[in-house]
Protein backbone atom coordinates (compact mmCIF):
# COMPACT_ATOMS: atom_id res chain seq x y z
CA UNK A 1 0.00 0.00 0.00
CA UNK A 2 1.53 3.58 -1.17
CA UNK A 3 0.10 6.46 0.71
CA UNK A 4 0.47 9.77 1.52
CA UNK A 5 3.58 10.55 3.91
CA UNK A 6 0.48 11.72 6.66
CA UNK A 7 0.53 9.32 9.49
CA UNK A 8 2.66 9.57 12.80
CA UNK A 9 4.40 6.30 12.59
CA UNK A 10 8.07 6.46 12.46
CA UNK A 11 10.10 6.90 8.92
CA UNK A 12 13.10 4.66 7.91
CA UNK A 13 15.66 6.91 6.45
CA UNK A 14 17.91 6.69 3.67
CA UNK A 15 21.65 5.81 4.41
CA UNK A 16 23.71 8.47 1.73
CA UNK A 17 27.35 10.05 2.41
CA UNK A 18 27.13 8.30 6.07
CA UNK A 19 24.30 10.33 7.12
CA UNK A 20 20.27 8.71 7.86
CA UNK A 21 18.32 11.22 5.56
CA UNK A 22 14.40 11.84 5.72
CA UNK A 23 13.24 11.20 2.03
CA UNK A 24 12.18 14.30 0.27
CA UNK A 25 9.49 11.64 -1.45
CA UNK A 26 5.70 12.15 -1.18
CA UNK A 27 4.84 7.92 -1.58
CA UNK A 28 5.32 6.47 1.61
CA UNK A 29 4.43 2.45 2.30
CA UNK A 30 3.73 0.99 5.87
CA UNK A 31 5.58 -2.21 7.35
CA UNK A 32 3.27 -3.80 9.12
CA UNK A 33 3.61 -6.77 11.67
CA UNK A 34 2.20 -9.45 10.02
CA UNK A 35 0.86 -11.35 13.30
CA UNK A 36 -0.51 -8.22 14.64
CA UNK A 37 -1.13 -5.52 11.51
CA UNK A 38 0.38 -2.51 13.97
CA UNK A 39 2.05 -0.09 11.44
CA UNK A 40 5.49 -0.39 12.76
CA UNK A 41 7.24 2.98 10.72
CA UNK A 42 6.96 3.91 7.30
CA UNK A 43 9.07 3.60 3.83
CA UNK A 44 10.05 5.66 1.31
CA UNK A 45 9.78 5.14 -2.34
CA UNK A 46 13.04 6.74 -2.44
CA UNK A 47 13.24 9.31 -5.74
CA UNK A 48 15.73 9.15 -8.44
CA UNK A 49 17.61 11.85 -7.59
CA UNK A 50 18.20 10.01 -4.17
CA UNK A 51 19.47 7.03 -5.94
CA UNK A 52 20.98 9.15 -7.85
CA UNK A 53 22.75 11.21 -4.61
CA UNK A 54 23.49 7.55 -3.31
CA UNK A 55 25.24 6.18 -6.54
CA UNK A 56 27.33 9.77 -6.22
CA UNK A 57 28.18 9.68 -2.95
CA UNK A 58 29.50 5.75 -3.40
CA UNK A 59 31.55 6.90 -6.41
CA UNK A 60 33.37 9.81 -4.34
CA UNK A 61 34.09 6.90 -1.56
CA UNK A 62 35.56 4.42 -4.18
CA UNK A 63 38.12 6.89 -4.89
CA UNK A 64 39.84 6.29 -1.52
CA UNK A 65 38.38 2.69 -0.14
CA UNK A 66 39.47 0.65 -3.43
CA UNK A 67 43.11 1.90 -2.09
CA UNK A 68 42.47 0.92 1.71
CA UNK A 69 44.81 -1.59 3.17
CA UNK A 70 43.27 -5.44 3.61
CA UNK A 71 44.35 -5.44 7.22
CA UNK A 72 42.30 -2.11 7.35
CA UNK A 73 39.36 -3.77 5.86
CA UNK A 74 39.03 -6.55 7.22
CA UNK A 75 39.53 -5.54 11.06
CA UNK A 76 36.03 -3.43 10.28
CA UNK A 77 34.67 -6.66 9.89
CA UNK A 78 35.75 -8.16 12.77
CA UNK A 79 34.65 -5.43 14.67
CA UNK A 80 31.43 -5.74 12.86
CA UNK A 81 30.72 -9.49 13.17
CA UNK A 82 31.29 -8.57 17.13
CA UNK A 83 28.97 -5.92 16.69
CA UNK A 84 26.13 -8.26 15.48
CA UNK A 85 26.91 -10.98 17.81
CA UNK A 86 26.42 -8.15 20.87
CA UNK A 87 22.76 -6.96 19.28
CA UNK A 88 21.80 -10.57 18.13
CA UNK A 89 18.43 -10.47 20.48
CA UNK A 90 17.87 -6.91 19.31
CA UNK A 91 18.30 -7.66 15.62
CA UNK A 92 16.22 -10.61 16.04
CA UNK A 93 13.28 -9.04 18.00
CA UNK A 94 13.11 -6.61 15.26
CA UNK A 95 13.42 -9.14 12.44
CA UNK A 96 9.96 -10.95 13.79
CA UNK A 97 8.24 -8.20 14.48
CA UNK A 98 8.26 -6.48 10.41
CA UNK A 99 8.51 -10.19 9.01
CA UNK A 100 6.72 -12.92 11.36
CA UNK A 101 9.22 -15.69 11.75
CA UNK A 102 10.34 -17.00 14.90
CA UNK A 103 12.79 -15.65 16.60
CA UNK A 104 15.10 -18.43 16.71
CA UNK A 105 14.86 -18.74 13.17
CA UNK A 106 15.27 -14.84 12.80
CA UNK A 107 18.21 -15.36 15.42
CA UNK A 108 19.25 -17.84 12.41
CA UNK A 109 18.51 -15.55 9.98
CA UNK A 110 20.94 -13.29 11.30
CA UNK A 111 23.57 -15.90 12.23
CA UNK A 112 23.80 -17.34 8.47
CA UNK A 113 24.75 -13.88 7.34
CA UNK A 114 26.89 -12.99 9.94
CA UNK A 115 29.12 -16.31 9.03
CA UNK A 116 29.84 -13.93 5.75
CA UNK A 117 30.69 -11.52 7.45
CA UNK A 118 33.28 -13.54 9.46
CA UNK A 119 34.40 -14.63 5.79
CA UNK A 120 34.72 -11.56 4.66
CA UNK A 121 37.52 -10.58 7.21
CA UNK A 122 39.63 -13.01 5.55
CA UNK A 123 39.40 -11.02 2.79
CA UNK A 124 43.42 -11.19 2.34
CA UNK A 125 43.38 -14.87 1.90
CA UNK A 126 40.32 -14.93 -1.03
CA UNK A 127 41.47 -11.92 -3.20
CA UNK A 128 44.85 -13.22 -4.40
CA UNK A 129 46.04 -12.93 -7.90
CA UNK A 130 48.60 -15.67 -9.05
CA UNK A 131 52.18 -15.23 -10.95
CA UNK A 132 53.85 -17.12 -13.14
CA UNK A 133 57.28 -17.17 -13.49
CA UNK A 134 59.26 -16.86 -16.58
CA UNK A 135 56.52 -17.24 -19.15
CA UNK A 136 59.09 -16.27 -21.61
CA UNK A 137 63.05 -14.76 -21.20
CA UNK A 138 63.27 -12.43 -18.52
CA UNK A 139 58.71 -12.04 -18.21
CA UNK A 140 56.55 -12.52 -15.28
CA UNK A 141 52.91 -12.61 -15.50
CA UNK A 142 50.53 -12.24 -12.61
CA UNK A 143 47.00 -10.84 -11.93
CA UNK A 144 45.23 -8.58 -9.68
CA UNK A 145 41.50 -8.85 -8.59
CA UNK A 146 40.62 -5.14 -8.55
CA UNK A 147 37.37 -3.93 -7.61
CA UNK A 148 34.86 -2.71 -9.87
CA UNK A 149 33.33 0.73 -8.62
CA UNK A 150 30.02 0.86 -7.25
CA UNK A 151 27.83 -2.09 -6.81
CA UNK A 152 23.90 -2.33 -6.23
CA UNK A 153 22.00 -5.23 -4.27
CA UNK A 154 18.46 -5.74 -4.81
CA UNK A 155 16.81 -7.81 -1.37
CA UNK A 156 13.57 -9.62 -1.07
CA UNK A 157 11.52 -9.40 1.87
CA UNK A 158 12.27 -13.48 3.37
CA UNK A 159 15.87 -12.98 4.24
CA UNK A 160 16.19 -9.60 5.46
CA UNK A 161 19.25 -9.92 7.70
CA UNK A 162 20.65 -13.17 5.75
CA UNK A 163 20.34 -11.83 2.18
CA UNK A 164 21.86 -8.23 2.45
CA UNK A 165 24.83 -9.58 4.49
CA UNK A 166 25.24 -11.97 1.55
CA UNK A 167 25.98 -8.86 -0.50
CA UNK A 168 27.36 -5.85 0.89
CA UNK A 169 30.20 -7.48 3.11
CA UNK A 170 31.78 -8.64 0.21
CA UNK A 171 31.60 -6.09 -2.24
CA UNK A 172 32.96 -3.67 0.63
CA UNK A 173 35.99 -6.05 1.74
CA UNK A 174 36.74 -6.69 -2.36
CA UNK A 175 37.42 -2.62 -2.14
CA UNK A 176 34.10 -1.93 -3.73
CA UNK A 177 31.24 0.76 -2.43
CA UNK A 178 27.71 -0.04 -2.33
CA UNK A 179 24.13 0.89 -2.53
CA UNK A 180 21.77 -1.12 -1.00
CA UNK A 181 17.84 -0.99 -2.10
CA UNK A 182 16.58 -3.58 0.55
CA UNK A 183 12.94 -5.11 0.37
CA UNK A 184 10.18 -2.47 0.98
CA UNK A 185 7.96 -4.82 3.10
CA UNK A 186 10.71 -5.19 6.23
CA UNK A 187 13.50 -2.98 5.69
CA UNK A 188 14.14 -1.97 9.04
CA UNK A 189 16.52 -4.88 10.48
CA UNK A 190 18.64 -4.32 7.47
CA UNK A 191 19.08 -0.81 8.12
CA UNK A 192 20.09 -1.52 11.59
CA UNK A 193 22.43 -4.16 10.08
CA UNK A 194 23.97 -0.68 8.12
CA UNK A 195 24.24 1.54 10.94
CA UNK A 196 26.20 -1.15 12.88
CA UNK A 197 28.44 -1.62 9.81
CA UNK A 198 28.86 2.45 9.56
CA UNK A 199 29.49 2.21 13.49
CA UNK A 200 32.14 -1.05 12.81
CA UNK A 201 34.04 1.79 10.91
CA UNK A 202 33.07 1.15 6.78
CA UNK A 203 33.80 4.91 6.05
CA UNK A 204 31.01 7.31 4.82
CA UNK A 205 29.87 6.63 1.11
CA UNK A 206 30.83 3.15 1.11
CA UNK A 207 27.63 1.90 1.99
CA UNK A 208 24.75 3.48 1.08
CA UNK A 209 20.80 2.96 1.37
CA UNK A 210 18.04 3.52 -0.64
CA UNK A 211 14.16 2.61 -0.67
CA UNK A 212 11.74 1.89 -2.70
CA UNK A 213 10.04 -0.57 -5.42
CA UNK A 214 10.16 -0.89 -9.05
CA UNK A 215 10.79 2.57 -9.75
CA UNK A 216 13.83 2.69 -7.41
CA UNK A 217 14.96 -0.98 -8.49
CA UNK A 218 14.73 0.69 -12.02
CA UNK A 219 16.93 3.06 -11.53
CA UNK A 220 19.60 1.18 -10.14
CA UNK A 221 19.52 -0.83 -13.63
CA UNK A 222 20.06 2.17 -15.49
CA UNK A 223 22.48 3.93 -13.51
CA UNK A 224 25.47 4.37 -15.55
CA UNK A 225 28.24 4.45 -12.89
CA UNK A 226 26.73 1.32 -11.20
CA UNK A 227 28.90 -1.57 -12.12
CA UNK A 228 27.42 -4.39 -11.34
CA UNK A 229 24.35 -5.67 -9.38
CA UNK A 230 23.42 -8.66 -6.99
CA UNK A 231 19.71 -9.59 -7.16
CA UNK A 232 17.79 -12.05 -5.37
CA UNK A 233 14.00 -12.25 -5.27
CA UNK A 234 11.16 -13.65 -7.59
CA UNK A 235 12.32 -15.10 -11.08
CA UNK A 236 9.47 -12.13 -12.58
CA UNK A 237 11.14 -9.39 -11.38
CA UNK A 238 14.96 -10.95 -11.25
CA UNK A 239 14.61 -11.68 -15.22
CA UNK A 240 13.58 -8.32 -15.72
CA UNK A 241 16.12 -7.10 -13.59
CA UNK A 242 19.13 -9.46 -15.48
CA UNK A 243 18.17 -7.95 -18.71
CA UNK A 244 17.51 -4.47 -17.97
CA UNK A 245 20.75 -4.11 -16.20
CA UNK A 246 22.75 -6.28 -18.77
CA UNK A 247 21.56 -4.09 -21.29
CA UNK A 248 23.04 -1.14 -19.71
CA UNK A 249 26.30 -3.21 -19.60
CA UNK A 250 26.45 -4.49 -16.30
CA UNK A 251 27.46 -7.61 -14.48
CA UNK A 252 24.52 -9.35 -12.96
CA UNK A 253 23.68 -11.99 -10.99
CA UNK A 254 20.34 -12.98 -9.85
CA UNK A 255 19.36 -15.85 -7.51
CA UNK A 256 15.18 -16.46 -8.08
CA UNK A 257 12.52 -18.50 -7.54
CA UNK A 258 12.39 -22.06 -6.94
CA UNK A 259 10.38 -25.46 -6.57
CA UNK A 260 12.62 -27.75 -3.97
CA UNK A 261 11.52 -31.69 -4.13
CA UNK A 262 13.31 -34.05 -1.53
CA UNK A 263 12.81 -37.73 -2.75
CA UNK A 264 12.12 -39.75 0.11
CA UNK A 265 13.75 -43.91 -0.54
CA UNK A 266 11.60 -46.36 1.83
CA UNK A 267 15.16 -47.01 2.83
CA UNK A 268 15.49 -43.53 4.75
CA UNK A 269 15.32 -43.32 8.47
CA UNK A 270 11.50 -42.62 8.32
CA UNK A 271 11.33 -40.50 12.04
CA UNK A 272 14.58 -38.22 11.00
CA UNK A 273 13.36 -37.99 7.63
CA UNK A 274 9.78 -36.95 8.55
CA UNK A 275 11.11 -34.32 11.09
CA UNK A 276 13.19 -33.33 8.32
CA UNK A 277 10.84 -32.39 5.76
CA UNK A 278 8.40 -31.04 8.04
CA UNK A 279 10.56 -28.66 9.39
CA UNK A 280 12.17 -27.56 5.66
CA UNK A 281 8.44 -27.42 4.54
CA UNK A 282 7.00 -25.07 7.13
CA UNK A 283 9.52 -23.32 9.24
CA UNK A 284 9.17 -19.81 8.27
CA UNK A 285 6.04 -20.82 7.09
CA UNK A 286 7.27 -22.09 3.83
CA UNK A 287 8.59 -18.60 2.68
CA UNK A 288 12.29 -19.62 2.18
CA UNK A 289 14.03 -20.06 -1.81
CA UNK A 290 15.05 -23.14 0.15
CA UNK A 291 12.05 -24.56 1.62
CA UNK A 292 11.02 -28.47 0.56
CA UNK A 293 7.70 -27.75 -1.34
CA UNK A 294 7.67 -30.74 -3.09
CA UNK A 295 8.33 -34.60 -1.40
CA UNK A 296 8.36 -37.41 -3.83
CA UNK A 297 8.00 -40.70 -2.23
CA UNK A 298 9.22 -43.23 -4.03
CA UNK A 299 7.95 -46.90 -3.72
CA UNK A 300 7.08 -48.12 -0.22
CA UNK A 301 7.69 -44.50 1.38
CA UNK A 302 4.04 -44.02 -0.64
CA UNK A 303 3.03 -45.15 2.94
CA UNK A 304 4.22 -42.96 4.89
CA UNK A 305 1.65 -40.44 4.41
CA UNK A 306 -0.53 -40.48 7.29
CA UNK A 307 2.58 -40.47 9.36
CA UNK A 308 3.56 -37.20 7.96
CA UNK A 309 0.68 -35.73 8.79
CA UNK A 310 -0.69 -36.52 12.33
CA UNK A 311 3.22 -35.33 12.71
CA UNK A 312 2.42 -32.34 10.82
CA UNK A 313 -0.57 -31.75 13.01
CA UNK A 314 1.34 -30.99 15.91
CA UNK A 315 3.18 -28.31 14.76
CA UNK A 316 2.16 -24.68 16.29
CA UNK A 317 1.33 -22.15 14.55
CA UNK A 318 1.21 -19.17 16.04
CA UNK A 319 3.41 -15.45 16.57
CA UNK A 320 7.04 -15.13 16.11
CA UNK A 321 7.50 -13.64 19.19
CA UNK A 322 5.44 -16.46 21.61
CA UNK A 323 7.08 -19.01 22.97
CA UNK A 324 6.39 -22.44 20.91
CA UNK A 325 5.59 -21.26 18.11
CA UNK A 326 6.94 -23.60 14.95
CA UNK A 327 5.01 -21.61 12.47
CA UNK A 328 4.85 -17.78 12.12
CA UNK A 329 2.21 -15.60 10.04
CA UNK A 330 2.15 -14.75 6.03
CA UNK A 331 4.43 -11.79 5.10
CA UNK A 332 1.27 -9.92 4.36
CA UNK A 333 -2.90 -10.56 3.72
CA UNK A 334 -1.56 -10.50 -0.07
CA UNK A 335 0.65 -13.27 0.62
CA UNK A 336 -2.41 -14.96 2.60
CA UNK A 337 -4.88 -14.57 -0.10
CA UNK A 338 -2.39 -15.78 -2.38
CA UNK A 339 -1.42 -19.41 -0.68
CA UNK A 340 -5.35 -19.62 0.10
CA UNK A 341 -6.50 -19.71 -3.30
CA UNK A 342 -3.59 -21.84 -4.16
CA UNK A 343 -4.72 -24.76 -2.16
CA UNK A 344 -7.71 -24.23 -3.41
CA UNK A 345 -6.74 -24.30 -6.98
CA UNK A 346 -5.02 -27.57 -5.98
CA UNK A 347 -7.83 -29.22 -4.75
CA UNK A 348 -10.44 -28.10 -8.00
CA UNK A 349 -6.91 -29.71 -10.22
CA UNK A 350 -7.20 -33.19 -8.53
CA UNK A 351 -4.59 -32.72 -6.06
CA UNK A 352 -6.05 -34.80 -2.17
CA UNK A 353 -6.06 -32.55 0.64
CA UNK A 354 -4.50 -34.43 3.62
CA UNK A 355 -4.28 -31.96 5.99
CA UNK A 356 -5.66 -28.25 5.56
CA UNK A 357 -4.21 -25.15 7.26
CA UNK A 358 -6.41 -22.93 6.24
CA UNK A 359 -8.12 -21.92 9.47
CA UNK A 360 -5.57 -22.91 11.86
CA UNK A 361 -5.93 -23.50 15.52
CA UNK A 362 -4.87 -20.24 17.11
CA UNK A 363 -3.93 -18.95 20.51
CA UNK A 364 -5.89 -16.63 21.11
CA UNK A 365 -5.18 -12.73 20.30
CA UNK A 366 -3.92 -14.00 16.75
CA UNK A 367 -7.10 -13.40 14.68
CA UNK A 368 -5.24 -10.30 13.38
CA UNK A 369 -2.37 -12.72 11.92
CA UNK A 370 -1.66 -13.66 8.25
CA UNK A 371 -1.59 -17.31 9.14
CA UNK A 372 -1.82 -20.46 6.64
CA UNK A 373 -1.46 -23.78 8.96
CA UNK A 374 0.61 -26.69 7.39
CA UNK A 375 -0.89 -28.08 4.23
CA UNK A 376 -0.03 -31.34 2.92
CA UNK A 377 -1.60 -31.90 -0.90
CA UNK A 378 -0.89 -35.55 -1.98
CA UNK A 379 -1.52 -37.23 -5.34
CA UNK A 380 0.45 -34.06 -6.62
CA UNK A 381 1.24 -34.27 -10.48
CA UNK A 382 3.18 -31.98 -13.07
CA UNK A 383 0.98 -29.52 -15.04
CA UNK A 384 -0.68 -28.33 -11.61
CA UNK A 385 -0.73 -25.00 -10.82
CA UNK A 386 0.42 -26.21 -7.15
CA UNK A 387 3.22 -28.17 -8.71
CA UNK A 388 4.07 -26.05 -11.48
CA UNK A 389 3.80 -22.45 -9.45
CA UNK A 390 6.12 -21.65 -6.65
CA UNK A 391 3.87 -21.22 -3.64
CA UNK A 392 5.92 -19.11 -1.04
CA UNK A 393 3.81 -20.79 1.73
CA UNK A 394 3.56 -23.62 4.36
CA UNK A 395 2.08 -26.13 1.55
CA UNK A 396 3.60 -29.20 1.32
CA UNK A 397 2.49 -30.93 -2.11
CA UNK A 398 3.48 -35.22 -1.99
CA UNK A 399 4.01 -36.52 -5.72
CA UNK A 400 4.64 -40.12 -6.08
CA UNK A 401 7.28 -42.19 -8.18
CA UNK A 402 8.15 -45.61 -8.38
CA UNK A 403 12.09 -45.60 -8.93
CA UNK A 404 14.74 -43.13 -7.66
CA UNK A 405 15.11 -42.99 -11.90
CA UNK A 406 11.23 -41.81 -12.23
CA UNK A 407 11.95 -39.17 -9.14
CA UNK A 408 15.14 -37.74 -10.87
CA UNK A 409 13.58 -37.60 -14.18
CA UNK A 410 10.88 -35.71 -12.63
CA UNK A 411 12.69 -33.19 -10.93
CA UNK A 412 15.03 -32.56 -13.81
CA UNK A 413 12.44 -31.83 -16.07
CA UNK A 414 11.22 -29.08 -13.59
CA UNK A 415 12.63 -25.71 -14.39
CA UNK A 416 13.69 -24.77 -11.47
CA UNK A 417 17.42 -25.70 -9.98
CA UNK A 418 17.78 -24.05 -6.91
CA UNK A 419 17.93 -27.08 -4.21
CA UNK A 420 16.87 -30.29 -3.42
CA UNK A 421 17.35 -33.11 -1.07
CA UNK A 422 17.46 -36.81 -1.06
CA UNK A 423 16.85 -39.28 2.03
CA UNK A 424 18.68 -42.54 2.14
CA UNK A 425 20.52 -44.53 3.73
CA UNK A 426 22.16 -46.16 0.73
CA UNK A 427 25.84 -44.51 -0.16
CA UNK A 428 24.90 -45.71 -3.45
CA UNK A 429 21.57 -44.68 -4.01
CA UNK A 430 22.84 -41.22 -2.86
CA UNK A 431 26.20 -40.88 -5.15
CA UNK A 432 23.57 -41.65 -7.84
CA UNK A 433 21.16 -38.83 -7.10
CA UNK A 434 24.39 -36.43 -6.89
CA UNK A 435 25.96 -37.44 -9.95
CA UNK A 436 22.42 -37.53 -12.25
CA UNK A 437 19.93 -34.68 -10.47
CA UNK A 438 20.47 -31.29 -12.87
CA UNK A 439 19.96 -28.99 -9.27
CA UNK A 440 22.67 -26.41 -8.02
CA UNK A 441 22.44 -27.55 -4.66
CA UNK A 442 21.79 -30.75 -3.52
CA UNK A 443 21.49 -32.54 0.10
CA UNK A 444 21.87 -35.71 0.75
CA UNK A 445 19.96 -36.19 4.24
CA UNK A 446 20.04 -32.29 4.64
CA UNK A 447 16.87 -31.18 3.75
CA UNK A 448 17.91 -27.57 3.07
CA UNK A 449 21.39 -27.92 1.73
CA UNK A 450 22.18 -23.93 1.71
CA UNK A 451 26.05 -23.86 1.79
CA UNK A 452 28.36 -22.28 4.40
CA UNK A 453 30.45 -19.10 2.91
CA UNK A 454 33.62 -21.31 2.36
CA UNK A 455 31.59 -22.00 -0.84
CA UNK A 456 29.00 -20.32 -2.78
CA UNK A 457 25.11 -20.46 -3.36
CA UNK A 458 25.06 -22.03 -6.50
CA UNK A 459 21.40 -22.24 -7.51
CA UNK A 460 20.92 -23.18 -11.31
CA UNK A 461 18.78 -22.98 -14.39
CA UNK A 462 15.60 -21.23 -13.86
CA UNK A 463 16.70 -20.19 -10.64
CA UNK A 464 19.29 -18.69 -11.83
CA UNK A 465 20.67 -15.96 -14.12
CA UNK A 466 24.69 -15.21 -14.02
CA UNK A 467 27.21 -17.44 -14.38
CA UNK A 468 28.92 -16.48 -10.65
CA UNK A 469 26.75 -16.73 -7.41
CA UNK A 470 26.40 -14.77 -4.27
CA UNK A 471 29.30 -15.09 -1.25
CA UNK A 472 32.09 -17.63 -0.85
CA UNK A 473 34.64 -17.87 -3.65
CA UNK A 474 32.40 -17.02 -6.58
CA UNK A 475 31.53 -13.75 -5.16
CA UNK A 476 35.74 -12.40 -5.26
CA UNK A 477 35.37 -12.72 -8.75
CA UNK A 478 31.68 -11.17 -9.34
CA UNK A 479 33.08 -8.20 -7.14
CA UNK A 480 36.58 -7.50 -9.16
CA UNK A 481 38.14 -7.11 -12.36
CA UNK A 482 40.70 -9.70 -13.38
CA UNK A 483 43.71 -7.54 -14.63
CA UNK A 484 46.68 -9.32 -15.98
CA UNK A 485 50.25 -7.81 -15.66
CA UNK A 486 52.74 -9.02 -18.27
CA UNK A 487 55.93 -7.76 -17.42
CA UNK A 488 59.74 -7.72 -18.09
CA UNK A 489 62.76 -5.24 -16.91
CA UNK A 490 65.63 -5.02 -18.63
CA UNK A 491 68.68 -5.60 -16.57
CA UNK A 492 71.25 -5.25 -19.42
CA UNK A 493 71.71 -3.28 -23.22
CA UNK A 494 71.16 -6.34 -25.14
CA UNK A 495 68.89 -5.46 -28.23
CA UNK A 496 67.08 -8.78 -29.69
CA UNK A 497 66.08 -5.74 -32.53
CA UNK A 498 62.78 -5.52 -33.41
CA UNK A 499 60.01 -7.91 -33.05
CA UNK A 500 57.13 -8.28 -35.51
CA UNK A 501 55.49 -11.69 -34.49
CA UNK A 502 52.73 -12.29 -31.75
CA UNK A 503 55.18 -14.37 -29.23
CA UNK A 504 57.12 -13.22 -26.65
CA UNK A 505 60.74 -14.14 -26.36
P1 LIG B 1 10.30 -9.90 -5.30
O1 LIG B 1 10.89 -10.32 -6.59
O2 LIG B 1 8.88 -9.48 -5.27
O3 LIG B 1 11.12 -8.66 -4.69
C1 LIG B 1 12.54 -8.66 -4.71
C2 LIG B 1 13.02 -7.22 -4.85
O4 LIG B 1 12.57 -6.70 -6.09
C3 LIG B 1 12.49 -6.31 -3.76
O5 LIG B 1 13.53 -5.47 -3.32
C4 LIG B 1 11.39 -5.52 -4.45
O6 LIG B 1 11.24 -4.22 -3.97
C5 LIG B 1 11.83 -5.49 -5.90
N1 LIG B 1 10.70 -5.47 -6.83
C6 LIG B 1 9.45 -5.98 -6.63
N2 LIG B 1 8.69 -5.80 -7.73
C7 LIG B 1 9.46 -5.18 -8.65
C8 LIG B 1 9.24 -4.74 -9.98
N3 LIG B 1 8.07 -4.90 -10.59
N4 LIG B 1 10.27 -4.16 -10.65
C9 LIG B 1 11.47 -4.00 -10.06
N5 LIG B 1 11.72 -4.39 -8.77
C10 LIG B 1 10.74 -4.97 -8.08
O7 LIG B 1 10.58 -11.09 -4.26
P2 LIG B 1 10.04 -11.25 -2.78
O8 LIG B 1 8.57 -11.53 -2.81
O9 LIG B 1 10.51 -10.13 -1.93
O10 LIG B 1 10.83 -12.57 -2.32
C11 LIG B 1 10.38 -13.87 -2.55
C12 LIG B 1 10.99 -14.45 -3.80
O11 LIG B 1 12.41 -14.40 -3.69
C13 LIG B 1 10.66 -15.92 -3.98
O12 LIG B 1 10.42 -16.16 -5.35
C14 LIG B 1 11.91 -16.65 -3.52
O13 LIG B 1 12.10 -17.94 -4.08
C15 LIG B 1 12.95 -15.70 -3.99
N6 LIG B 1 14.20 -15.90 -3.26
C16 LIG B 1 15.22 -16.51 -3.90
C17 LIG B 1 16.40 -16.77 -3.23
C18 LIG B 1 17.53 -17.46 -3.92
O14 LIG B 1 18.64 -17.42 -3.39
N7 LIG B 1 17.33 -18.09 -5.05
C19 LIG B 1 16.53 -16.39 -1.89
C20 LIG B 1 15.45 -15.74 -1.28
C21 LIG B 1 14.28 -15.50 -1.97
Given at each position: MTTAHTATAPFVPLLIGGRLIESQTTHWTDIVNPATQQVLARVPMATVAEVDAAVQSAAEAFKTWRKTPIGQ???IFLKYQQLIREHMKELAAMLTAEQGKTLADAEGDVFRGLEVVEHAAGIGNLQLGEL?????????TYTLLQPLGVCAGITPFNFPAMIPLWMFPMAIATGNTFVLKPSEQDPMVTMRLCELAMEAGVPPGVLNVVHGAEEVVNAICDHPTIKAISFVGSTRVGTHVYQRASLAGKRVQCM????NHAVVLPDAHQEQTINALLGAAFGAAGQRCMAVSVAVLVGAARQWVPALVEKAKTLKVGAGDAAGTDVGPLISCAAKERVTRLIGRGIEEGARLALDGRQPTLASGCAEGNYVG???LAGVKPGMSVYDEEIFGPVLCLAEAETLDDAIAMINANPNGNGTAV??????AARKFQEEIDVGQVGINVPIPVPVPLFSFSGSRASKLGDLGPYGKQVVLFYTQTK?????????DTSGGVNTTISLK
Open positions: RSRANNVAGGVDMGAKPTIFTQSGATVTARWFDD
